[in-house]
């Protein structure tokens, strides 16, 4: 595969950015090489950054006989929202993002086409796009994804300045568009296609208990998910097991 370092400047950001892409080598693809590729776009954990796939698992490796292009954005520790006191990473990622690739590089455009996939808080992140905008996503994978944004972030885990960063004020998120129950109830409601969703998280993770409240969730609302746990932490061993697995598992062609 193709490995390319992008750097742009987002007008939705107001700064410079980038995005780690692999593509595909024409010799390897299952299709014509004036086909649109298929692409993934996989979101990282909290402190990391567009690095972190690369750095920290065999993705390149395992995608290289996929005919699929990986796009890993950059968003800090955004939680892939529109920050009440910071940048609006969201709308990037959302609306600005995929034009962008879709310019810049050979991608498909197509929703049966595009996928999003993440780990800790980029499964928060691919679980919040795939819902918020099912008419645009095939499939959404959360991989020790942190599903139960409000009840976490009133626990310890968050220190109050980076609350007051992300959310403005804790009591506002549960119930709004940051909080994935609520999203999955509109989801549910949503009468055309819906993309295909995955949730794996291992038994010892810490964010287990907030995977089976949003499994749960879902399960009553009556929303489809492919879901996959195993003796695992919250560590790179156990998801670079795992994204083979989701790899294996998208509807590709």
């Known amino acids: 595969m193709a490995w390319i370092t992008c750097n742009f400047y987002s007008e939705t950001l107001k700064l410079s950015t980038g995005i780690e892409v692999f593509l595909p080598q024409a010799a390897l693809m299952p299709y014509g090489s004036s086909s649109k590729l298929p692409v993934l776009y996989l979101l990282h954990g909290r402190g990391a950054d567009q690095t972190e796939w690369m750095r ?18 950059g968003v800090g520790r955004s939680y892939y929202m529109d920050m009440a006191n ?15 690739v879709v310019s810049f590089f050979p991608v498909s455009g ?4 595009t996928f999003v996939a993440g780990i800790s ?5 691919a679980f919040k796009l795939a819902m918020s905008y099912p008419d645009r996503y095939a499939a959404g ?30 009591d506002g998120l549960r119930g709004s568009r940051d909080d994935l129950l609520f999203l999955a109830t509109e989801f549910a409601a949503y009468t055309g296609d819906k993309p295909m969703l995955y949730q ?3 038994t010892e993770d810490f964010l287990y208990n ?23 932490g919250h560590e790179w061993g156990y998801w670079d097991r795992k ?7 998208l509807p590709l062609p």
């Not at 083979?244 to 598992?249: E, G, I, N, P, S």
């Open 210 to 232: 907030d995977n089976q409240t949003f499994r749960r969730y879902a399960d009553s609302l009556g929303i489809r998910i492919t879901y996959e746990e195993e003796p695992g």
């Open 121 to 125: 808080m980029g499964g928060y992140g």
């Open 141 to 170: 994978a959360s991989l020790s994804g942190g599903l139960d944004l409000a009840s976490r972030a009133a626990g310890p885990g968050f220190q109050e300045q980076e609350i007051r960063t992300l959310f403005g004020h804790i």
């Open 110 to 113: 197509r929703r049966e086409d």
């Open 200 to 202: 794996c998280c291992g």
């Open 56 to 73: 920290r698992s065999s993705i390149e490796r395992y995608a290289e006989n996929k005919g699929i292009a990986l796009v890993m954005p």
């Open 243 to 249: 994204i083979q697995r989701v790899l294996d598992w």
């Open 86 to 100: 910071g940048l609006p990473y969201f709308t990037f990622l959302s609306e600005e993002l995929p034009q962008l």
